[in-house]
């Protein structure tokens, strides 16, 4: 059995900052987060056309901004002067998409960590990998690294071979063949994986391979409490407002 790779990670997660109290993926998120007492987010990241790394969930810019269209094909100087906060309500109107730069910034000064969700734009799977390890390992040098987690593996794997000290997750909607091997192939030191696809032996199974097992999106107590009895390393949430961070242990 392989040594479990080192986990300096709490076993709360806020999910795109705060869950649903703030507009997901920006820097007022993240502080409503905070305010809650946790001391760790998961977030989403993408790049620009002229390949700048921030905050952003969909591959369009519709849902949560004014703007229109794919954002992979837009420059950050367009995005920058988007809307991110209104749509969420009137009190975050102004709220921009942030940088991964300023969110380093705002890690830095707030001890906050972090899961980097690479989210690539079309076409653009291992230029993502590729671009946000090397910026975030510069960004983050000297704290506690990022994790880095993605659902395509030819973005793990240009993260991996553009920083191969920074760690990485694979993420998962099932437990399909081959779960154990493509997550170790990846240097992985960890799974991401839906609720619903986890139980006991699957943890263990992780466990026995030396991987830490997280999980999404965990939003009922009794799923936490079931979770937590078989094992699972960390849970990732939007109910931040009914979960504190010291709950179930």
Known sequence: MPPPAPWPYPFW?????????????????????????YRMAECDVTLS???????????????TTD??????????????????????????????????????????HSGLLLNLELKPGPGQAARTGAVVARVAAGLWAGLTPPL?????????????????????????????T???EAACGLGCIAIVVHHGALDADAIRQAHEAGLRVLSYTVNGAAE??????????????????????????
Do not use: Y
């Not at 995005?79 to 975050?92: K, N, V």
């Not at 794997?157 to 191969?164: F, G, K, S, T, W």
């Not at 937590?228 to 242990?249: K, S, V």
């Open 13 to 37: 997660i806020a999910h795109r900052g705060a869950g649903k109290l703030a507009p997901e993926n920006t820097l007022a998120a993240f502080r409503a987060g905070q305010a809650r007492g």
């Open 49 to 63: 056309a002229d390949e700048q790394p921030f905050l952003l969930h969909d591959a369009t810019l519709d849902r």
């Open 67 to 108: 703007g229109h269209g794919l954002a992979a094909g837009q420059s950050w100087a367009t995005l920058a002067a988007l809307d991110a906060g209104a749509w969420h309500g009137p009190r975050f109107r102004g709220e921009r998409l942030p940088t991964l730069a300023s969110l380093a910034e705002h890690a830095r």
């Open 148 to 176: 880095l987690s993605s659902f395509e593996t030819a973005s793990l794997a240009a993260a991996r071979d553009a920083v191969e000290a920074l760690p990485r997750a694979l993420l998962l909607e099932h437990l399909a």
């Open 178 to 180: 081959g779960w154990r």
């Open 224 to 249: 936490a409490r079931r979770l937590r009895a078989a094992g699972i390393d960390g849970l990732i949430t939007d109910a931040i407002d009914r979960f504190a961070p010291d709950t179930l242990g």
